[in-house]
């Protein structure tokens, strides 16, 4: 199974400027290829906070979402296993593709954890000077470009695969 974090940053790489605000601030190139990623993959997986900005499953993916509560969640399934376990328990079902919505909890844990295969990082033309990094922890990654795309005039989409 191919996993991938999918992520949109600021110039100075911060995904939003506080943690309860609603990742609506990006293009609508992005917005299209978040879509069009996610729906390819099928399944999501998300921490509690992105997922409350949020509100709700996305329409035509299956939502998990990562929480140490017991949450009364509809539609989505709530988890706090090893992100080991959880790749592993995917791929034994016949899953192709896990994208990784983040936030910099969620994309931090399953780094450290060593199982992100690429990264999609779509650099919109802004810079918010703090708030939100796209991590949060120490890493030791090094990544290959795989490809690099203009998205608009002003965005550009990084493709990145993980050294392993
Ligand atoms: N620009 C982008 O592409 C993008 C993408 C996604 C998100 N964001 C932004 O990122 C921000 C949120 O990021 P964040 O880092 O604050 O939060 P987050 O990663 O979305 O969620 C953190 C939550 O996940 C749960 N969690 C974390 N580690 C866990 C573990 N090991 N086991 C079980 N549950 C675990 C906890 O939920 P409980 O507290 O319920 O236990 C924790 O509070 C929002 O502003 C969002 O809009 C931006």
């Given at each position: 199974?191919r996993?991938?974090?999918?992520a949109?940053?600021?110039?100075d790489?911060?995904i939003?400027?506080s943690s309860?605000e ?10 299209k ?12 997986v998300?921490?509690n906070?992105?997922?409350k ?14 929480s140490r509560?017991d949450?009364?969640?509809?539609d989505?399934e ?7 376990d959880?790749?592993?328990?995917l791929n ?8 990784i919505c983040?936030?910099s ?9 060593g199982?992100?295969?690429?990264l999609?990082?779509?650099v ?8 939100v ?10 990544l290959?470009?795989?490809e ?13 695969e993980?050294?392993k």
């Amino acid at each position: 199974m191919r996993t991938f974090i999918i992520a949109a940053i600021s110039a100075d790489g911060f995904i939003a400027r506080s943690s309860d605000e609603l990742a609506d601030w990006t293009s609508k190139e992005d917005k299209k290829l978040f879509v069009e990623l996610t729906k390819r993959a099928g399944v999501m997986v998300m921490g509690n906070t992105t997922f409350k900005t949020i509100g709700r499953a996305l329409p035509d993916r299956q939502t998990i979402v990562y929480s140490r509560q017991d949450l009364p969640y509809d539609d989505v399934e709530v988890t706090s296993e090893d992100p080991v376990d959880l790749v592993a328990r995917l791929n034994k079902a016949g899953q192709a593709e896990l994208a990784i919505c983040g936030g910099s909890t969620i994309y931090s844990l399953f780094m450290q954890a060593g199982v992100v295969d690429e990264l999609y990082l779509t650099v919109e033309p802004c810079l918010l000077g703090g708030g939100v990094p796209l991590f949060d922890a120490a890493l030791d990654a090094k990544l290959k470009l795989l490809e690099t795309r203009q998205l608009n005039e002003n965005v550009l989409l990084l493709h990145y695969e993980v050294q392993k």
